[in-house]
């Protein structure tokens, strides 16, 4: 892996790390890898130690937030890893 030069964040072989910093002792492991082309998105998330995968692929590149993958993904994952089953309602 290679450090990022952000605290608590890694790169490993193209795949973001974020590992817990002691400010969020109970956060998990987040593993994640997004791109896009030609107008498409994709985002990959993974926490490990809780066995949770989330993929997402659309054909709508962004959105006036940013990545429409990105944000769906990194939703799902903060809602399946408090131990909510996902919806579309907004949070945070």
């Not at 066995?51 to 997402?56: D, E, H, K, M």
């Amino acid at each position: 892996h290679a450090e990022t030069g952000a605290s608590h964040l890694n790169v490993g072989l193209s795949w973001m790390i974020a590992d817990p910093s002691p400010t969020e002792p109970g956060r998990p492991r987040l593993l994640w890898h997004n791109g896009g082309t030609g107008g498409y998105a994709s985002f990959v998330g993974l926490i490990p130690d809780r066995g949770i995968a989330v993929v997402v692929l659309t054909n709508t590149a962004l959105n006036l937030q940013g990545s429409v993958a990105d944000e769906v993904g990194t939703k799902l994952l903060k809602q399946l890893s408090a131990g909510r089953a996902p919806s579309n309602e907004d949070d945070e």
